[in-house]
C-alpha cells in the first residue's frame, strides 16, 4: 500500500470542486468537506475523504440524495425544533440543526433538534465540537443501515448508532466522545477492504452463530442481512455486549420517535424489488449552554482537572500513557497539520477519476 500525503488546502478545495460539480450549492459544499476533512484531522480516516466519493458522490449520481439541501423546520418550541432534511445532504441539515440548537441554548440554557428525512452525517464528533467552541455541551446521535444484532440474536436490526458527547474544558482541546455502539463500524471495514486486510474475528457475527473475517465478503453481507456487527462489549453477556446493545437502542430511540421518522429495517436503503432508494436517516442534537448552571469558567477548571488527573495517574506495566477522549486526535493533528491528508492508493484513484470526470485541474504527486 502506498499512502501519500496531500496538503489540506489543496484536498479541501478539491473536493468543495467536486461537490460542486454534482450540483451542491458551493455554500453547502464547504460545510459537507469541513466535516469530511475534520475526520482526517483528527486521524479518523475512516469518515475522511475514505469515503468522499462512494458515500456521498455516488450516492448523488444514484439519485438517493440530493445535492440542494431544502432542510425545513416543520415544528418549533422556544427549546426544540424537528427538521426534516428532504433527503439533503446530511451534513448541510445537521450543521444548521446544531446551530439551532445551540442558539436556543444560549437563550434558554438547553435547546435539542430533531431531524428526519437525512443523509450520513459523517463524524458525530463534528457538532458536538460546534457545541464545545460555544462553551456549551453537545450530545448527538443518529440511525444508520441496520448491522448490528442484538444480544441473543443474528438479524442485523440496529445501526451503528454513535452516542456522542463533547464537553468543554480548559485545555487545548475538548473533551470529545465519539465512537458507535457497535464493536466495530461498517466504515473501518470498508478501509479494511481497500487495503486487502481481514476484519479481526469476534466483531462481525454470521446467521449461523460463527465469526467472519474476510473484511469485501463481511460487506456483501451486512447488505444481505447475511452477517451482523456485535454490539459494543462482543457478542452475548460475557463481556456486557448488553450495554452496547441497549445504548445502541436508545439511539435508535432519539434518532426516530421525537421526529416521527424512520427506523430499523426501514433504514436499509433497499426498495421492495431491491433497487437503491433514500436511506431516510434521523438524527438529534443537544446543546447545553455551561453559562446557565455556575459558569462557562467553572465547568471548563473542573472537566480539565478531572481529566488532567486521570492522564496522571498510575499507569499500567508496559504502558507509558493515559489518555482522555479527544487527546489522541488533537495530538494527530499537531503532527500531521503540516503534512496533509494521508491519501491510500483506491483513493488517489477516486481522485484521479473524480477530478478527470469533472474536467478539473488539480495535480498531485500521484498523477498515474
Not at 85 to 103: C, F, P, R, T
Not at 133 to 155: H, L, V
Not at 287 to 314: H, M, W, Y
Not at 345 to 361: H, M, N, P, Y
Amino acid at each position: 500500500m502506498s499512502v501519500q500525503y496531500v496538503d489540506w488546502d489543496l484536498m479541501t478545495n478539491f473536493m468543495i470542486d467536486a461537490f460542486v460539480g454534482y450540483g451542491v450549492p458551493r455554500e453547502d459544499a464547504e460545510i459537507c468537506v469541513d466535516v469530511l476533512i475534520e475526520a482526517d484531522r483528527r486521524g479518523i480516516d475512516s469518515h475522511g475523504v475514505n469515503r468522499f466519493k462512494p458515500i456521498y458522490l455516488d450516492r448523488i449520481k444514484a439519485g438517493i440524495q440530493k445535492p440542494v439541501t431544502e432542510w425545513e423546520i416543520v415544528k418549533e418550541t422556544p427549546t426544540t425544533a424537528v427538521i426534516d432534511g428532504h433527503d439533503g445532504m446530511g451534513q448541510v441539515v445537521s450543521y444548521n440543526a446544531m446551530k439551532i440548537a445551540i442558539e436556543k441554548a444560549k437563550k434558554y440554557g438547553m435547546g435539542m433538534t430533531a431531524v428526519r428525512n437525512s443523509t450520513h452525517y459523517g463524524i458525530a464528533g463534528y457538532y458536538a465540537t460546534m457545541a464545545t467552541k460555544e462553551n456549551c455541551i453537545g450530545f448527538t446521535g443518529t440511525n444508520a443501515r441496520p448491522s448490528i444484532a442484538p444480544t441473543f440474536g443474528i438479524d442485523n436490526m440496529l445501526g451503528t448508532n454513535p452516542m456522542t458527547f463533547g464537553l468543554p474544558t480548559d485545555e487545548e482541546f475538548p473533551f470529545v466522545i465519539d465512537c458507535a455502539t457497535s464493536i466495530s463500524q461498517r466504515g473501518k471495514i470498508e478501509k479494511w477492504a481497500r487495503l486487502n486486510k481481514a476484519t479481526p474475528a469476534g466483531l462481525v457475527i454470521m446467521n449461523d452463530g460463527s465469526t467472519m473475517t474476510d473484511s469485501a465478503a463481511i460487506l456483501d453481507a451486512l447488505i444481505k442481512g447475511e452477517a451482523a456487527f456485535a454490539p459494543l462489549g462482543g457478542i452475548g453477556e460475557e463481556f456486557a455486549g448488553y450495554k452496547g446493545y441497549s445504548y445502541s437502542v436508545v439511539i435508535e430511540i432519539l434518532s426516530a420517535a421525537l421526529q416521527a421518522g424512520n427506523y430499523m429495517k426501514m433504514l436499509s436503503g433497499i426498495g421492495v424489488n431491491g433497487e437503491k432508494v433514500p436511506f431516510h436517516l434521523g438524527h438529534f442534537f443537544v446543546a447545553i449552554d455551561t453559562e446557565a448552571f455556575e459558569g462557562a469558567d467553572v465547568f471548563k477548571k473542573t472537566a480539565g482537572d478531572i481529566l488532567r488527573q486521570l492522564r496522571n495517574s498510575r499507569t499500567a506495566p508496559g504502558c507509558d500513557k493515559i489518555y482522555t477522549a479527544g487527546e489522541k486526535e488533537y495530538l494527530h493533528y499537531m503532527a500531521t497539520k503540516d503534512k496533509g491528508v494521508a491519501v491510500n492508493d483506491a483513493v488517489q484513484k477516486e481522485i484521479l477519476a473524480v477530478r478527470d470526470e469533472l474536467g478539473l485541474t488539480e495535480k498531485y504527486d500521484f498523477d498515474f
